[in-house]
């Protein structure tokens, strides 16, 4: 079996969180394969401009998932081990790019992310990822004012 490390965003504003629709009408996380010579954390911030076209800034780590798949064009099975990064927009522009297979994308509000999300673990990894956002979020505001 084949694994591929891979990195990505779970991409805050507010409270919205961004997904895309990818071209087999799922709904996804912005990530990508981290290849050699290179950290995580920079693959999942460039899969974020390049597939969504925004500017983030990463707030923390949120935790890791993986999944197996067979592979048709290597003729093999495939396992995704991908780390997750907890990041908040820095304005509300978005590009999705159509050029990488995408044909929709947004923030949505976290419960209707969630109806949307297709595959259980992205939605996993929403829920922890918000709940840690929050935190990040409210500790920040106290921080700030007091």
């Not at 591929?4 to 912005?30: S, T, Y």
Request: net charge negative; aromatic share 12%; glycine share 6%.
């Amino acid at each position: 079996m084949l694994t591929r490390i891979c990195a990505g965003g779970v991409v805050f504003q507010d409270n919205q969180v961004f997904i895309l629709k990818n071209d087999k009408d799922e709904w996804v996380l912005p990530k990508g394969v981290v290849r050699s010579e290179e950290i995580a954390l920079d693959v999942a911030m460039r899969r974020v401009k390049e597939e969504a076209g925004i500017a983030a800034e990463v707030i923390s780590p949120a935790g890791e998932t993986s999944y197996e798949f067979y592979s048709y064009s290597r003729n093999k099975p495939v396992c995704n081990k991908i780390d997750w990064f907890i990041m908040q927009a820095m304005d509300d522009k978005i590009s999705v790019n159509t050029d990488q297979g995408f044909v929709d994308g947004g923030f949505y509000p976290i419960e209707d992310a969630l109806e949307k999300i297709t595959y259980s673990q992205d939605k996993s990894i929403v829920r922890l990822a918000y709940r840690k956002y929050i935190y990040f979020r409210d500790d920040e505001a106290q921080t700030t004012v007091g």
